[in-house]
T-cell receptor, first 114, second 118 residues
Framework: AQSVTQLGSHVSVSEGALVLLRCNYS??????LFWYVQYPNQGLQLLLK??????LVKGINGFEAEFKKSETSFHLTKPSAHMSDAAEYFC????????????FGKGTMLLVSP | EAGVTQFPSHSVIEKGQTVTLRCDPI?????LYWYRRVMGKEIKFLLH????????ESGMPNNRFLAERTGGTYSTLKVQPAELEDSGVYFC????????????????FGPGTRLTVT
């Protein structure tokens, strides 16, 4: 069975500061890993994904994540936060079968202050 | 390209009533998923269609939930009779079939339907 742990239900940063959202996964097989973002009143939007092509994955809006197998982690970072980054972020894992049901973490709300 | 759409955006019903949620996936996407997020909890998988067939319904909570996908296009999720614990946000997602490891694109999510059972 797969599982995802996101550390911190809320993370607060100042505008311009580094954003670090933590995600650890558990999977018995090599996984696919995803980060999704949900802005208020919108659906989940894919930020980036890891499919084993490269361990450092770049996504939209300046976000990136690094897959570390030894640490079973897939933390999301952005060098400089913008006010528009305030949203809820979800880490998810799926197996490598043809039908990729997602298992999500509980989500982390990112708060950005001026 | 139109995204995944869901209707209604909000629904408030009384315990014991019936509610039907609708999802229109992206045109051409064979895979359609339903997920639910109960307040304070993680988003959880309910079921997965491939075209009109149920591929996996292991996440359906009980037999009060019935999902259909007519002709492999839109899908409905009916809750009958609704209970208080059914309240939450119901998400639909779709994805295309096939592809290799390098073309995994994740699932495209709709905005969700917020269901409140009182």
């Amino acid at each position: 069975a797969q599982s995802v742990t996101q550390l911190g239900s809320h993370v607060s940063v100042s505008e311009g500061a580094l954003v670090l959202l933590r995600c650890n996964y558990s999977s018995s097989v090599p996984p696919y890993l995803f980060w999704y973002v949900q802005y208020p009143n919108q659906g989940l939007q894919l930020l980036l994904k890891y499919t084993s092509a490269a361990t450092l994955v770049k996504g939209i809006n300046g976000f990136e994540a690094e897959f570390k197998k030894s640490e079973t982690s897939f933390h999301l970072t952005k060098p400089s936060a913008h006010m528009s980054d305030a949203a809820e972020y979800f880490c998810a894992v799926s197996d490598r079968s043809g039908y990729s049901t997602l298992t999500f973490g509980k989500g982390t709300m990112l708060l950005v202050s001026p | 390209e139109a995204g995944v759409t869901q209707f209604p955006s909000h629904s408030v019903i009384e315990k014991g009533q019936t509610v039907t949620l609708r999802c229109d996936p992206i045109s051409g996407h064979d895979n359609l998923y339903w997920y639910r997020r109960v307040m304070g909890k993680e988003i959880k998988f309910l079921l997965h269609f491939v075209k009109e067939s149920k591929q996996d319904e292991s996440g359906m909570p009980n037999n009060r939930f019935l999902a259909e996908r007519t002709g492999g296009t839109y899908s409905t999720l009916k809750v009958q009779p609704a209970e208080l614990e059914d309240s939450g946000v119901y998400f639909c997602a779709s994805s295309p079939s096939g592809g290799t490891q390098s073309t995994v694109r994740g699932q495209y999510f709709g905005p969700g339907t917020r269901l409140t059972v009182t």
